[in-house]
């Protein structure tokens, strides 16, 4: 979806450094999401957002701090990357209830992939 | 922890073959939405489910919301190469803040 962007969309980076990834959307959304893909994992989320002042872990947050700037900003850290972290990440956003019936839908940005070596 | 695990994990399917993946919750879910993943992409919206028992057309896609709201299937009738992908299904734990994503159906058609 063009409304949600992320950068970079690919990073090659080495053990032990810091790295953030960053996401943005034009969406007017209140919730964004963390999401990291791995082949034959599915989606699993990492943290998530409901509104600026809100900050919660998601399944997998061990490993990474995120950071909501703004409504339409939220950017994930990698305090000092592994190779175990190479995967997929993928950002979304959902209006929440405000979105009425359809506040749960989810709409994905185009995804980081990053490679630790 | 809560679970959604999605059976065949792979199909492969000649062009016009009928397809059906389900969905499969270890805790009921409030409601469930399907997503659609093309190779290379990222997930897409395709249709959320809301009442118990409820049945949704999309053209040729059929879903359907188990009766206890645990499970849910998505049929795709007579398959396209346009419908290659990786189907999720993903829903909120009923009582949670737990938006959970079921494991996915990689679907290849064969021409």
């Known amino acids: 979806d063009a409304d949600v962007t992320q950068t970079p969309r690919n990073r090659i980076t080495k053990t032990g450094k810091r790295i953030m990834l960053e996401c943005s959307q034009t969406?007017?959304?209140?919730?964004m999401y963390w999401y990291r893909q791995d082949p034959g994992l599915g989606l699993r989320l990492i943290y998530y957002?409901?509104?600026?002042?809100?900050?919660n872990k998601g399944e997998i947050s061990d490993g990474y701090s995120v950071s909501r700037q703004a409504q339409a900003k939220f950017s994930l850290s990698l305090e000092s990357a592994i190779p175990n972290q190479t995967a997929l990440y993928f950002c979304?956003?959902?209006?929440?209830?405000?979105?009425?019936?359809?506040?749960?839908?989810?709409?994905f940005g185009p995804g980081t992939r990053l490679t630790v070596l | 922890g809560q679970q959604v695990m999605q059976i065949p994990q792979y199909q492969h399917v000649q062009e016009g073959e009928d397809f059906t993946t389900y969905c499969n919750s270890s805790?009921?879910?409030?409601?469930i939405q399907w997503y659609k993943q093309r190779p290379g992409g990222h997930p897409v919206f395709l249709i959320q489910l809301v009442k118990s028992g409820e049945v949704k057309k999309q053209k040729r896609l059929t879903f359907q919301f188990g009766e206890a709201k645990k499970n849910s299937s998505l049929h795709i009738t007579a398959t396209q190469t346009t419908d290659v992908g990786t189907y999720f299904c993903a829903g909120w734990a009923s009582g949670t803040y737990k938006y959970i994503f079921g494991t996915g159906t990689r679907l290849k058609v064969l021409a």
């Open positions: 957002s409901f509104d600026v002042k809100d900050i």
């Open positions: 805790t009921t879910l409030s409601n």
């Open positions: 969406k007017g959304h209140d919730r």
């Open positions: 979304a956003t959902s209006a929440g209830l405000a979105g009425g019936p359809s506040g749960d839908t989810q709409y």
